[in-house]
Nanobody
Framework: QVQLVESGGGLVQAGGSLRLSCAAS????????MGWFRQAPGKERAFVAA????????YYAEPVKGRFTISRDNAKNTVYLQMNSLKPEDTAVYYC?????????????????WGQGTQVTISS
C-alpha cells in the first residue's frame, strides 16, 4: 500500500509555471507506475500525464503536450509535474495517482491509490 501527498499548487498568471510534487510513503515506490490527473469544477477527472516505473517512458494528454513534463525520483519517492506556459483552462485540482500495474494507464480506473489533490488556479 502507498500513501500519496501532493504539494506545489497555487495561483499564477497565465504564461507562468508551477511544479507539483507528489511524495509517496513506503519502500516500494519504484514498483508503482505514477500518474497525474486533474478535475475542473463541473467536469470529470481527466488524465494529464503518466510515467513508467523506471521513468523511462512518459505519456501526456494532448492539451498539455509540450508544456508539461512528468518525472520521478525513485530515491526520493517523489513524482513531479513541471507545468509551463500555463493557461486559464489548466485551472483544476490536480491529483497524483499510483498503481502496481505493469504499464502506465490513462484511465482513472487504472489507478488504485490517490492523493488528496492540490489546487492550481491560473488567472488570465
Amino acid at each position: 500500500q502507498v500513501q500519496l501527498v501532493e504539494s506545489g499548487g497555487g495561483l499564477v498568471q497565465a504564461g507562468g509555471s508551477l511544479r507539483l510534487s507528489c511524495a509517496a510513503s513506503g519502500r516500494t515506490f519504484s514498483r508503482y507506475v505514477m500518474g497525474w490527473f486533474r478535475q475542473a469544477p463541473g467536469k470529470e477527472r481527466a488524465f494529464v500525464a503518466a510515467i513508467s516505473r523506471d521513468g523511462g517512458r512518459t505519456y501526456y494528454a494532448e492539451p498539455v503536450k509540450g508544456r508539461f513534463t512528468i518525472s520521478r525520483d525513485n530515491a526520493k519517492n517523489t513524482v513531479y509535474l513541471q507545468m509551463n506556459s500555463l493557461k486559464p483552462e489548466d485551472t483544476a485540482v490536480y491529483y497524483c495517482a499510483a498503481d502496481q500495474r505493469l504499464y502506465p494507464g490513462t484511465g482513472v480506473a487504472e489507478y488504485g491509490y490517490w492523493g488528496q489533490g492540490t489546487q492550481v488556479t491560473i488567472s488570465s
